[in-house]
């Protein structure tokens, strides 16, 4: 009895010290594990932070303390080649989409419309486009790079914009870069051109107020963005004071009666849209839950123990797993299939409204043609602007109809509508015409 008692202590002793040795062995790992990943963090965020300029358009210097962002940033210079309706190959739209010519006769665009790249072209790109010439304002220049950040401070937006492209904007030789959205002292995220800032507090909205999350939707929406020239000054103008949606902002243009260019073959008052992503993703299923701009095209990554931001921002069909992935739990065939569904219903539906628009212009030609006076043609060509403008806020941007599927849709089918109904009031003038 004694000697059993004995040993169970003896045995109970040894798993005590057994258990010890466990612990302290399981925490020393866990310690060599801490210093390891710290001394990774270390690799990715040196100790000795080298100061950034307020100044420094050269991301490579601010590449030197966050060699991860960089590295990802430089990528967007990468051509992965086209997916369905986008992708990084800046292919001529013209080529590949007649109708372009037709809708866009006698705007720029007739000329010279290339597929978007990454950010890293951005100023090689502005350079080379047809669409530029020595009448061409700095405004130009506003979204292509980060030089502008830093002479909008030094000249004041006004007599940035109001300078000519050849003079100021033609010699800048850095493309979009770290400066445009981040912060160099804090490298917090921030607003960089203040036509974003001026146009969301004409909405009532403070942007110094923004949560992280609108700030990772709201970096973008500096650009990504239906725009104007102002005025003689040129000055850069977001026609959201009504709002956001298509109707808005054609309320907006036409209270302040403004055209972009007059239609060369049916004489109308145009309006070019220009890439409306922020626009047209603030009316979507993914904003009202909350999802930025960010999240799909900078996703997370794992560098070592880190949770980064990827820098490489391009088509999320290329990178599906960071990208929808982390939200959605179905496969990545599954993915890929739901974006082209969306996509392919749309880029029909937007050809279709083509097809209509196309027969306005037709239409209100040959009534021009047969002698119809302006005053005749007047309901005609305002009805064309009403069609084209809202096919155009689709076309123009840049995700065929995936940022928001059904307020896409309902734009087109409006769009068919007015295109039908401009066609047939050019067709009465030609009976009229024809009876006279
Ligand atoms: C829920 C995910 C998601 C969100 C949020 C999102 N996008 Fe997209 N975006 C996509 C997908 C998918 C495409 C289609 C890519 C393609 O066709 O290759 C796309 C396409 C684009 C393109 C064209 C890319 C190309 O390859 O031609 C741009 C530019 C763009 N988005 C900008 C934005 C901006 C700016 C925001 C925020 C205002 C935003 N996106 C919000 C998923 C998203
Ligand atoms: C188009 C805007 C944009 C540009 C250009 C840009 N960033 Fe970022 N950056 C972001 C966003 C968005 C985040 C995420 C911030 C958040 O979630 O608060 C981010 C996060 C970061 C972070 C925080 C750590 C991380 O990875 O999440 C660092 C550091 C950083 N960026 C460095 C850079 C550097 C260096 C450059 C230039 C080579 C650069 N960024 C260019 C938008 C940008
Ligand atoms: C300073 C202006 C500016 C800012 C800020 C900006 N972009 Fe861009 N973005 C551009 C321009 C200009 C292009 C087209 C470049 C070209 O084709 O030469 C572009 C292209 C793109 C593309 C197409 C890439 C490809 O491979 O086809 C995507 C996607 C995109 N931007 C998303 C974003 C997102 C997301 C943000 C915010 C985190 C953002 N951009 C912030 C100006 C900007
Ligand atoms: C940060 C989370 C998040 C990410 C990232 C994300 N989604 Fe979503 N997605 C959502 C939420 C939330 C909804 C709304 C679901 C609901 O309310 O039922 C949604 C809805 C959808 C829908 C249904 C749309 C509709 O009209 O009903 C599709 C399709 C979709 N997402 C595709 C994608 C694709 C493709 C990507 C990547 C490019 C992506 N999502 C990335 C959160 C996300």
């Known amino acids: 009895m004694e000697q059993n008692k004995k040993e169970k202590l003896f045995s109970a002793k040894y798993l005590v010290m057994f258990f010890i040795t466990a612990l302290v062995t399981a925490g020393i790992t866990l310690l060599l594990v801490n210093i390891f990943e710290k001394k990774q963090e270390a690799t990715l965020y040196p100790s000795v932070f080298k100061p950034v300029g307020d100044e420094e358009v050269d991301p490579k210097v601010w590449g030197e303390n966050f060699p991860f962002e960089y590295d990802t940033y ?40 290339r597929e978007e790249r990454g950010h890293y072209w951005a100023i090689t790109d502005v350079k080379e486009t047809e669409r530029i010439n020595d009448k061409t304002p700095n405004t130009c220049i506003t979204c292509k790079s980060s030089s502008v950040a830093v002479d909008i ?86 026609p959201w004071d009504k709002g956001l949606q298509i109707d808005s902002i054609e309320a907006y243009y036409d209270e302040v009666n403004f055209n972009d260019w007059t239609h060369e073959t049916t004489g109308s008052p145009m309006l070019k849209m220009q890439h409306p992503e922020f626009e047209t993703w603030s009316t979507g299923i993914h904003a009202k839950s909350g999802v930025s701009c960010a999240d799909c095209h900078m996703p997370y990554v794992k560098n070592g123990s880190v949770k980064v931001t990827d820098h490489w921002i391009r088509s999320p069909l290329k990178n599906v797993n960071n990208a929808c992935q982390t939200c959605h739990k179905w496969s990545e065939q599954e993915m890929v299939n739901r974006v082209k569904t969306i996509q392919d219903r749309t880029y029909e539906t937007m050809y279709r409204t083509e097809l209509a628009i196309i027969d306005a212009i037709n239409a209100i030609k040959a009534a021009k043609d047969a002698g119809a006076t302006d005053e005749q043609l007047k309901e005609a060509r305002k009805l064309h602007r009403r069609a084209q403008l809202r096919w155009d806020f689709v076309a123009a941007e840049n995700s065929m109809g995936f940022h928001s599927p059904q307020e896409t849709l309902k734009t087109l089918s409006n769009a068919i509508d007015y295109a039908r109904q401009s066609q047939l009031a050019a067709e009465r003038l030609m009976k009229n015409v024809a009876v006279k």
């Not at 990528?75 to 372009?100: R, V």
């Open 153 to 238: 401070k030094k000249m004041g937006p006004e007599n940035f914009y109001k300078a000519m492209f050849k003079d100021v904007g033609a010699h800048y030789d850095k493309s979009i870069g770290c400066l445009d959205c981040h912060d160099p002292k804090t490298m917090a995220l921030r607003i960089s051109r203040p036509a974003f800032i001026e146009a969301m507090e004409r909405r009532g909205i403070d942007v110094t107020k923004a949560s992280r999350q609108e700030m990772r939707s709201y970096v973008c929406g500096q650009c990504h963005v239906e725009y104007y020239f102002k005025g003689d000054g040129k000055y850069l103008t977001f």
């Open 74 to 113: 430089k990528k967007t210079e990468t051509n992965e080649g086209q997916t369905f309706y986008g992708g990084s190959d800046n292919y001529q739209k013209l080529d590949k989409y007649p109708n372009l010519k037709i809708l866009f006769s006698g705007n720029p665009f007739s000329k010279d419309y």
